[in-house]
C-alpha cells in the first residue's frame, strides 16, 4: 500500500494496525467515488473549483506582473503589511516562514522588503506595535479582501492607509497600496477604483481557503522575494500526480485512510512537523480542513503539534490520553543546511555516542522513535515527506492538501466549499457593536449577559 516514487512520499503502514484490508477496500472504493465526484465537478460547492486549474492556467505574463511590482518595491519599500484574514494570509504568512530565515534582521537583510501580516486579529497592542515598525520606514501595503468590510482586515486598512497617506500624501500612497479584490463590486473595489490602486482579482470560483495560488498568496511571496514560478511549478506536477485514477494516487490514499480511520472513532487529527518552518503550515492546513469538512454535525477535528518541542508538553496526552486521535506526519527528507555534533574530551554531559552525527540524523531518529511508540501507544500514524523545503515542494504540499480536502469531504457527502457557521459570530460581534441595522440582536444578547 505505498506509492511509486514522486514528489511527496505516503506511507500508511503506521495504519495498518487499526484496520482491516475489507475496511481499506470498502473506503477505497468510496474515495475512487469521491475523486470522480470532484474532478468531473458534479458535487456540491461545484461552483468553487476554480482552484483545480490554478496550476496550469497562471500565465507568464501575471507572475511577470506580480515579479515586477516585487522588483519595484523592493527599490522603495522596506516594510510590506500584507492584511487578510483567513485564506487571505495564512498561505503566504505559512509560506514564508517556512521559507524566510528565521533571524534575517539580526543576520542582515536579504535586500528584500520585510513582509510583515496585519488585519488577522484585533489586538490593539498588535496594531501599535505594528505601527511602531512602520515608524521612520518606506511602507507599502496588500489589502486581501473579497468584500472589503470583514471587520478585522477592513479596521486594519482604515488604520494603515491613513499611516501610508499621512506620511506621502494621497497620490504617492496610491502607488503603494495594491487591492485584492473582487472583480466589479464590493466596498473595496469601490476605494480601489476611486484611490487608483493598482489591484488584482479573487477569482469568483475560487475560495478564500483555497486561494494560496492566486494573487493572495503569489503577490505577498514574490514581493518577499520568493520565486513563484517554481511554487506553480510544484503545483503544477502535483495536479499531474492528484488527477491519476490509480491505487499510487497519494490524495485518494490519503482522504481515505483518515475518513476510515473517522470511521472508527479517531476524530481528531494532529498534523506533526520535525522543522519548526513548518508550524504555520499546520495552521493553513487547519484552516482548510477545519472550515471545509466541520459542518452538519461531521467532519475530523484539525489539530496540530511541533516536535520535539512539543513533545514535553503534549506528548504525554498523545501517548496515554483517550485514544481517539491520529496523526499524520509532515517530514522532510532532507534539510537545506548541515549542523554537526562535535566530540566533548569530557563527555560531561554523556553525548559524545552523537559526535559526527548531524542535527538531523538525530531529529530522525526522534521522528521515527515517537512514531513507534505513538502507534504502540494506539495511535494511529500517516506518513507524509516531501524532498526539501523550498518553493518547490511548498507548491506540491499546498496543491496535495486542497485536492485531498475536496475527496475527504466529498466521501462525507458534505459541501467542502462554504462556511455557513463562520457568520453567527460575525452577526454578534456586529450587534454588540451597535452597526445600524442590528439593533433587535443587539437587545437580545444583551438580555443574556
Known amino acids: 500500500m505505498e506509492s511509486k516514487k514522486s514528489i511527496l512520499h505516503i506511507d500508511i503502514k503506521g495504519v495498518s494496525p487499526f484496520i482491516e484490508q475489507e475496511e481499506y477496500t470498502l473506503f477505497y472504493k468510496k474515495a475512487k467515488k469521491a475523486f470522480k465526484t470532484l474532478t468531473e465537478g458534479t458535487g456540491r460547492g461545484n461552483e468553487f473549483l476554480g482552484w483545480l486549474n490554478l496550476p496550469n492556467t497562471i500565465t507568464k505574463s501575471q507572475l511577470e506582473e506580480y515579479n515586477n511590482i516585487a522588483l519595484e518595491w523592493k527599490e522603495n519599500?522596506?516594510?510590506?503589511?500584507?492584511?487578510?484574514?483567513?485564506?487571505?494570509?495564512?498561505?503566504?504568512?505559512?509560506?514564508?516562514e517556512a521559507l524566510i530565515h528565521p533571524f534575517a534582521s539580526e543576520v542582515g537583510s536579504n535586500g528584500w522588503p520585510k513582509v510583515v501580516f496585519a488585519g488577522q486579529n484585533l489586538s490593539e497592542d498588535y496594531m501599535a506595535e505594528l505601527l511602531d515598525l512602520m515608524a521612520g520606514k518606506r511602507v507599502s501595503a496588500i489589502i486581501i479582501s473579497k468584500s472589503g468590510t470583514t471587520t478585522e482586515p477592513a479596521v486594519a486598512f482604515r488604520i494603515i492607509r491613513k499611516h501610508i497617506e499621512d506620511n506621502y500624501g494621497e497620490e504617492k500612497a496610491s502607488k503603494r497600496i495594491i487591492a485584492i479584490t473582487d472583480k466589479s463590486k464590493g466596498a473595496l473595489k469601490g476605494v480601489a477604483d476611486k484611490a487608483g490602486y493598482r489591484t488584482f482579482v479573487i477569482p469568483d470560483n475560487v475560495g478564500?481557503?483555497?486561494?494560496?495560488?492566486?494573487?493572495?498568496?503569489?503577490?505577498?511571496?514574490?514581493?518577499?522575494?520568493?520565486?513563484?514560478?517554481?511554487?506553480?511549478?510544484g503545483a503544477a506536477d502535483m495536479r499531474a500526480i492528484c488527477y491519476r485514477e490509480s491505487d499510487y494516487n497519494p490524495s485518494i490514499k490519503y482522504a481515505l485512510v483518515r475518513n476510515l480511520l473517522y470511521s472508527k472513532g479517531k476524530k481528531t487529527e494532529i498534523l506533526v512537523n520535525f522543522?519548526?518552518?513548518?508550524?504555520?503550515?499546520?495552521?493553513?492546513?487547519?484552516?482548510?480542513?477545519?472550515?471545509s469538512e466541520?459542518?452538519?454535525?461531521?467532519?475530523?477535528?484539525?489539530?496540530s503539534v511541533n516536535f520535539t518541542s512539543d513533545l514535553h508538553s503534549m506528548g504525554q496526552y498523545i501517548q496515554?490520553?483517550?485514544?481517539?486521535?491520529?496523526?499524520?506526519?509532515?517530514?522532510?527528507?532532507?534539510?537545506s543546511r548541515s549542523v554537526?555534533?562535535?566530540s566533548d574530551s569530557l563527555d560531561s554531559d554523556g553525548l559524545n555516542f552523537l559526535a559526527g552525527n548531524s542535527l538531523d540524523q538525530i531529529n530522525k531518529m526522534a521522528r521515527t522513535g515517537t512514531m513507534?511508540?505513538?502507534?504502540?501507544?494506539?495511535?494511529?500514524?500517516i506518513f507524509i515527506e516531501v524532498e526539501k523545503i523550498d518553493e518547490y515542494n511548498m507548491g506540491a504540499l499546498f496543491y496535495f492538501f486542497e485536492f485531498s480536502c475536496g475527496i475527504s469531504a466529498y466521501i462525507l457527502d458534505i459541501n467542502p466549499f462554504d462556511q455557513p457557521g463562520?457568520?453567527?459570530?460575525?452577526?454578534?460581534?456586529?450587534?454588540?457593536?451597535?452597526?445600524?441595522?442590528?439593533?433587535?440582536?443587539?437587545t437580545k444578547l444583551r438580555e443574556r449577559l
Open 208 to 233: 478564500g481557503r483555497y486561494s494560496v495560488l492566486t494573487p493572495v498568496g503569489l503577490l505577498p511571496m514574490a514581493v518577499a522575494g520568493l520565486d513563484i514560478e517554481k511554487m506553480i511549478k
Open 340 to 342: 554537526v555534533i562535535n
Open 294 to 303: 466541520g459542518k452538519e454535525g461531521l467532519g475530523i477535528f484539525p489539530a
Open 320 to 335: 496515554e490520553g483517550e485514544r481517539f486521535i491520529f496523526e499524520t506526519v509532515v517530514d522532510v527528507k532532507r534539510p
Open 422 to 442: 463562520v457568520e453567527a459570530y460575525k452577526k454578534n460581534m456586529f450587534a454588540l457593536l451597535g452597526k445600524p441595522g442590528f439593533e433587535e440582536l443587539a
Open 77 to 96: 519599500t522596506d516594510v510590506v503589511v500584507v492584511i487578510g484574514i483567513g485564506g487571505s494570509y495564512l498561505g503566504a504568512k505559512a509560506t514564508l
Open 372 to 381: 513507534l511508540a505513538h502507534i504502540d501507544g494506539g495511535v494511529p500514524n
Open 275 to 291: 522543522n519548526p518552518k513548518l508550524q504555520y503550515f499546520a495552521e493553513w492546513w487547519k484552516q482548510l480542513f477545519g472550515e
